[in-house]
Nanobody
Framework: QLRLVESGGGLVQPGGSLRLSCVAS????????IAWFRQAPGKEREGVSC????????KYGFSVKDRFTISRDNGKNTVYLQMNSLKPEDAGIYYC???????????????????WGQGIQVTVSS
């Protein structure tokens, strides 16, 4: 049973920044590709970003490209999501997820999810 705990959410003004953290509890996060997802009220769950086990490759959803950056520090058992130039439409609950292994690749498709964190709220004021 995997445990992932998100932190770093909160309230930010449009154009501001937040950094989310995803910490693995009881297992080695470096054993898995990690992805971030989000869900806004009334909207479908959306793939945001993913990163390979070693951190050598990452992917981003169209709506966040050039604004968000995913990274990882496997020595700290942590994956990060740096969110810059935030927009009101970025608001929602953000989840990190351990993903099925892919050689040198990762995915932001929820079909490949092994387990999720509890999620954390991100609010972007208008």
């Amino acid at each position: 049973q995997l445990r992932l705990v998100e932190s770093g959410g909160g309230l930010v003004q449009p154009g501001g920044s937040l950094r989310l953290s995803c910490v693995a509890s009881g297992f080695t996060i470096g054993d898995y590709p990690i992805a971030w997802f989000r869900q806004a009220p009334g909207k479908e769950r959306e793939g945001v970003s993913c990163i390979t086990r070693s951190g050598g490759r990452s992917k981003y959803g169209f709506s966040v490209k050039d604004r968000f950056t995913i990274s990882r520090d496997n020595g700290k058992n942590t994956v990060y999501l740096q969110m810059n130039s935030l927009k009101p439409e970025d608001a929602g609950i953000y989840y990190c997820a351990a993903m099925q292994f892919r050689i040198g690749d990762c995915t932001i498709s929820a079909d490949a999810t092994i387990d999720w964190g509890q999620g954390i709220q991100v609010t972007v004021s208008s």
